[in-house]
């Protein structure tokens, strides 16, 4: 604190990087400024968790892929290309981090319900909701998997999907559609087996519209 009364955190470098963008703090990285990576921590870590979660079902896991992420930005920085939106870049360095713990992976550990997002909804129904979707969401192939998580509860713009998977925004578009139509099915036939599914009658249209709510580290 200084002679004014006023504490010396509220002017601290911390407060003014936030104020950036997350292209002009990677570009700050990129020319060695490292304060700039916190913020972007700070900003990316629920996100870049709650991805790895709904894609394995593996809080450790997904704990540490996130990890893996940041090291992999701060590695890999000088190939930022200026300009280039952040938040693609970091989904590619996402994905790229999960292929590479596949080839090396033990055999998938399977979903289960003490795996699913933390965030507690405000009543009985809705988190039964909530882990009946993660389920469905986990019977899905991998690839729709990953499509329905990265445009519906990362909200990732079909234009960032489609560069990061290297096809046409219309090509996106019909992946998505049909991904929905099939977790709608495994939401209907994993509700169907669940003991007292029977009290949540709305539930089937859950899966059409999923929300981009999701678990925090």
């Not at 996402?94 to 550990?109: E, F, G, I, S, Y």
């Not at 079909?158 to 998505?176: M, N, S, Y």
């Amino acid at each position: 604190m200084d002679e004014t009364g006023s504490s010396s955190r509220n002017t601290g470098p911390h407060l003014t990087t936030q104020r950036f963008s997350d292209e002009e703090l990677m570009l700050q990285v990129r020319n060695g400024a490292a304060e700039g990576l916190g913020v972007l921590f700070d900003r990316y870590q629920t996100p870049l968790f709650n991805f790895y979660l709904r894609l394995t079902g593996q809080r450790a896991l997904s704990e540490d892929l996130v990890q893996e992420v940041f090291l992999r930005i701060l590695k890999y920085r000088r190939s930022y290309s200026p300009g280039h939106p952040f938040r693609a870049w970091v989904y590619r360095i996402a994905r790229n981090a999960r292929t590479d713990h596949l080839r090396k992976q033990h055999p998938q550990v399977p979903f289960e319900p003490a795996m699913s997002p933390a965030v507690q909804p405000e009543d009985p129904a809705r988190h039964q909701e909530s882990v009946l979707l993660d389920r469905a969401l986990m019977q899905l192939p991998e690839e729709k998997r990953e499509l329905l998580i990265m445009s519906r509860l990362q909200e990732l713009r079909h234009e960032e999907i489609a560069g990061l998977l290297g096809c046409e925004v219309g090509t996106v578009k019909v992946r998505v559609h049909r991904a929905l139509q099939e977790l709608k099915q495994a939401y209907q036939q994993v509700q169907s087996t669940t003991t007292g599914a029977a009290n949540t009658p709305d539930s089937p249209g859950r899966a059409g519209r999923i929300s981009p709510r999701g678990a925090t580290p």
